[in-house]
């Protein structure tokens, strides 16, 4: 059980940071954050790849990795953008 939460953290924390890599610009995102949003990520990424019949292939699932990254940089881009209308009059 403990290994699997830890598990979640470190992929949370890899998917978060590859999902900020790849948006162009600087994010204005905390790492507790970007971790959080990216273990978001992988997980309804995960499920996106599941239910599209793409998650379960021989040696690593990368298009499941891509999907995960991609939706973590979707909640990163929709943050930046809560934040953005927070601070607007």
Known sequence: MISTLIGAVIAGAII???ARLVLPGEQNISTGLTIGIGFAG???GGLIAQAAGLDNTNGIDWIKHIIQVAVAAGGIVLYGNMQQQKRLP
Do not use: D, I, R
Request: aromatic letters at 0%; hydrophobic letters at 65%; a neutral charge.
């Open 16 to 18: 978060g940071s590859l």
């Open 42 to 44: 992988a997980l309804v």
